[in-house]
T-cell receptor, first 113, second 112 residues
Framework: DGGITQSPKYLFRKEGQNVTLSCEQN?????MYWYRQDPGQGLRLIYY???????QKGDIAEGYSVSREKKESFPLTVTSAQKNPTAFYLC????????????FGSGTQLSVL | GNSVTQMEGPVTLSEEAFLTINCTYT??????LFWYVQYPGEGLQLLLK?????DKGSNKGFEATYRKETTSFHLEKGSVQVSDSAVYFC???????????FGPGTSLSVIP
């Protein structure tokens, strides 16, 4: 089955720790995205990548970093500089940039210990 | 800037009731408009879309009409089912942008 796989489903971060969320897709999509979902605030774009080895900041990139070394993978690191990391993180992909049909993973819930 | 506003939830309806979830947008030009749905514990799925004024998107009994004059894209369904319980997101995309802008989401609970 083609799709997007996010792992882990639940993740806990200690004070001062960096954590990495995994996102893998086997849809052969060019574009990938990371969104943060907070209750009552909808989805906010963190980073996006239109092609391998290229990525751009979204609306709330501070405290996060990404890489896009392979087409199928777009990991997100939540650094210690992100002071309020507790949220639900969603990874998405689209066949090409500016294609409105986004395919989403099932998300990672990050909590602070 | 571009933005999407939705009616606040949660919305609770009895099975077979009529559903309307209001959505209005702010954008220049003619954006494409979408409704995405998020079932509990899952990611979002595209429910329907409309790409120009007066277009009607429809899927699974849900409908929404692109109203340029009122900058709206309200979601409707004539008879909801318990399985429709989910969070519904209105969204837009400008052709000149390479990202989708989401509204805050509206939670719907349908009770038997």
């Amino acid at each position: 089955d083609g799709g997007i796989t996010q792992s882990p489903k639940y993740l806990f971060r200690k004070e001062g720790q960096n954590v990495t969320l995994s996102c893998e897709q086997n849809l052969n999509h060019d574009a990938m995205y990371w969104y943060r979902q907070d209750p009552g605030q909808g989805l906010r774009l963190i980073y996006y990548s239109q092609i391998v080895n290229d990525f751009q900041k979204g609306d709330i990139a501070e405290g996060y970093s990404v890489s896009r070394e392979k087409k199928e993978s777009f990991p997100l690191t939540v650094t210690s500089a992100q002071k309020n990391p507790t949220a639900f993180y969603l990874c998405a992909s689209s066949a090409r940039p500016a294609n409105e049909k986004l395919f989403f993973g099932s998300g990672t819930q990050l909590s602070v210990l | 800037g571009n933005s999407v506003t939705q009616m606040e939830g949660p919305v609770t309806l009895s099975e077979e009731a009529f559903l309307t979830i209001n959505c209005t947008y702010t954008a220049t030009g003619y954006p494409s408009l979408f409704w995405y749905v998020q079932y509990p514990g899952e990611g979002l799925q595209l429910l329907l879309k409309a790409t120009k004024a007066d277009d009607k998107g429809s899927n699974k009994g849900f409908e929404a009409t692109y109203r340029k004059e009122t900058t709206s894209f309200h979601l409707e369904k004539g008879s909801v089912q318990v399985s429709d319980s989910a969070v519904y997101f209105c969204a837009l995309m400008k052709t000149s942008y390479d990202k989708v802008i989401f509204g805050p989401g509206t939670s719907l609970s349908v009770i038997p």
